[in-house]
């Protein structure tokens, strides 16, 4: 059976991405790999820092002498650094929001993107860019920072969590074309959205099902 890799940096995103994995490509076998302190690292620093690049280079590293054909991150504070490790592996590596970016700037050119954690803004934002410069695609981008929305999570107040996000969301709809969640653990708190005005994308599904087609060598890493 084929076999596939996915970090974790918290555990909020293990069972709905198993979950959804199963869904998606039933046929694979998946390893999940968490590493709860990667992201407090990251943040504590500001960014991805030498010692969290070499943990991230090590697990890719596993995922390959486990057999892993592809390598994927479910956070979005490291997807730059997990697209740098290429040239360490054979193995397709990807992150999680890549699809959703891509999706974003053929949907609209002002763009709202809601995070929770500082770390994650930064680097979602520039993926939106770069996505855009690649396609030539103006876009103008509106952020919505949330820590207290990530507090009330990890604290195991997700109503609180869910309600901080879903107030931005409805804000950042008044302003733009298109709404980003930046990061996995955020799409819980669209459930009480009904019909939407303008589109919502979350990198979950997105994400997963692109990451079927790298396992599947229906696409290439960097596509």
Do not use: W
Request: hydrophobic share 50%; net charge neutral; proline share 6%.
């Amino acid at each position: 059976m084929t076999r596939a890799a996915i970090l974790h940096t918290t555990p909020v995103t293990l069972a709905p991405l198993k979950e959804l994995a199963a869904a998606v490509m039933p046929d694979v076998d998946i390893m999940n790999i968490l590493d709860d302190g990667l992201l407090r690292d990251v943040m504590r620093e500001g960014g991805p820092t030498p010692p969290v690049n070499a943990r991230i280079a090590a697990y890719i590293r596993c995922a390959e002498a486990a057999g892993c054909v592809a390598f994927m991150t479910a956070c979005s504070s490291i997807g730059g650094v997990v697209e740098a490790c290429a040239l360490l592996t054979d193995m397709s590596l990807t992150r999680i929001d890549a699809a959703m970016a891509e999706a974003a700037i053929q949907t609209g050119r002002e763009i709202g993107v809601a995070a929770t954690v500082g770390t994650t803004m930064k680097p979602t934002m520039e993926l939106i860019e770069r996505r855009a410069a690649q396609a030539s695609r103006p876009v103008h981008i509106t952020q919505a920072l949330l820590p207290e929305a990530y507090g009330a999570l990890i604290g195991g107040d997700g109503a609180a969590h869910d309600r901080i996000v879903l107030a931005a969301v409805q804000e950042l709809m008044a302003k733009c074309q298109v709404v980003v969640l930046a990061q996995a653990s955020m799409a819980r708190a669209l459930g009480a959205l009904k019909e939407p005005p303008v589109p919502i994308l979350t990198s979950p599904e997105l994400g997963m099902k692109r990451f079927s087609r790298l396992v599947k060598g229906e696409l290439r890493a960097g596509e």
